[in-house]
């Protein structure tokens, strides 16, 4: 697929370098290593665009529910008992699942809206930067990759056991 695409847009600018690539039927995706692993993911613009405004309405209820998620509740509270602390754990959690009830609908149709406006988006609005990340039509050197509409993923075939302790499953 890198090929293809660098074979169809060479030396173009960057919106005809977009378009050439989505005429074969590809879209560019943001890529990155998975720190601590050798596992390299991507996502396209409108993917990038719904998960951003989930996280978005995620960090909202988290405003107007303080302390309720779990990433915000201590350890434990050592002046009350287990029991009580069962409960407002399940109160707490009662709480912010109503929270998210309450907010499915109207996000199901804000998602919607992100990920067809997404698609339309240059990365630079997406990510808030002034400048346009670079295509990268090179850099497969020593991955496998593999990709779908929706998703990339990569590994480096460096990273992968040898090949005597592979295993072929019928």
């Known amino acids: 697929m890198r090929a293809d695409a660098r074979g169809a847009v060479q030396d173009a ?10 005429s074969l039927g590809l879209d560019d995706f943001r890529t990155c290593r998975v720190p601590g692993t050798e596992i390299h993911l991507g996502m396209p613009r409108k993917l990038f665009a719904a998960c951003e405004r989930l996280h978005e309405e995620d960090l909202a209820i988290a405003r107007r529910t303080p302390g309720l ?9 050592l002046e009350l008992s287990d029991e009580a602390q069962k409960e407002q754990r ?11 009830e309450e907010a499915r609908p109207r996000l199901r149709l804000q998602l919607r809206d992100a990920y067809e406006g997404g698609a339309a988006s240059d990365w630079s609005n997406l990510l808030r930067r002034d400048q346009e990340p670079e295509l ?4 497969g050197e020593g991955l496998l990759e593999s990709a779908t509409p929706e998703t990339y993923l990569a590994v480096s075939r460096y990273d992968l056991p040898p090949r005597t302790r592979l295993s072929v499953v019928p």
């Open 13 to 22: 600018d960057r919106y005809t370098l977009r378009a050439g690539i989505r």
């Open 69 to 77: 998620r779990a990433e915000d509740q201590p350890a434990a509270d």
């Open 90 to 100: 399940l109160t707490q959690r009662r709480i912010f699942r109503e929270q998210q």
């Open 136 to 139: 990268d039509l090179e850099s």
